[in-house]
């Protein structure tokens, strides 16, 4: 059994769910009824509790891709790989001795 509930919401705290809603891929009135469900313990959420936790640290963890930028292009080319590290163990060698 299930029941509606209606709540009047600031815009800062409505801002934040919708938010947090949008990282999860879910919708507003599905992320906060999860949160109510998980405050207060119902076991039929924590599937999907624990599912939309996932979703969220993917998101986080994608919005990471391409934040760094080395300003040069980077590959698997072996002899650009071998040259930066004989630069590197040569730099390495000139500052221990």
Do not use: C
Request: overall charge negative; cysteine-free; aromatic content about 8%.
């Amino acid at each position: 059994m299930s029941q509606v509930l209606s709540l009047e919401l600031s815009d800062e705290v409505y801002a934040v769910l919708q938010q947090q809603a949008e990282v999860a891929g879910v919708s507003l009135a599905e992320w906060v009824a999860t949160s109510i469900e998980r405050q207060y313990g119902s076991p039929r959420y924590e599937k999907s509790q624990t599912e939309i936790e996932k979703q969220a640290a993917r998101q986080r963890f994608r919005s990471h891709a391409g934040a760094i930028n080395l300003g040069y292009a980077t590959g698997a080319d072996n002899e650009s790989i071998d040259a930066d590290l004989a630069i590197a163990y040569n730099d390495t060698l000139e500052e221990t001795n």
